[in-house]
Nanobody, 124 residues
Framework: QFQLVESGGGLVQPGGSLSLSCAAS????????IGWFRQAPGKEREAVSC????????YYADSVKGRFIITRDPHKNTVTLRMNRLQPEDTAVYYC?????????????????WGQGTQVTVSS
């Protein structure tokens, strides 16, 4: 019954922007720690950004600091990852994940619920 669904991926040119959305069914995202992760072909999954449950504490991987912004929309029950100044190395499948823990939210093994992923391709 608990589901996370990502949307908003696509093809964008270097320097462009995209917004990814993570929508939930079966639970309220505000009460969950939500993380965004990505996995490029041939590489391990890596953390991108996360936001703590019930609050506004956010974390970013060094590779996206200053370019990506994570926000909540409690009315829509979504979490958005705004990605600016995209580069080819940002190309990956992006996943959102949710759970109830507090603390370090950049560790993927802490999350129980995962979406199916959305492809982001940065190419000219």
């Amino acid at each position: 019954q608990f589901q996370l669904v990502e949307s908003g991926g696509g093809l964008v040119q270097p320097g462009g922007s995209l917004s990814l959305s993570c929508a939930a069914s079966g639970f309220t995202l505000f009460y969950r720690t939500i993380g965004w992760f990505r996995q490029a072909p041939g590489k391990e999954r890596e953390a991108v950004s996360c936001v703590s449950r019930g609050g506004e504490i956010t974390y970013y991987a060094d590779s996206v600091k200053g370019r990506f912004i994570i926000t909540r929309d409690p009315h829509k029950n979504t979490v958005t990852l705004r990605m600016n100044r995209l580069q080819p190395e940002d190309t990956a499948v992006y996943y959102c994940a949710g759970d109830t823990f507090l603390g370090d939210c950049l560790s993927s093994d802490k999350y129980e619920y995962w979406g199916q992923g959305t492809q982001v391709t940065v190419s000219s």
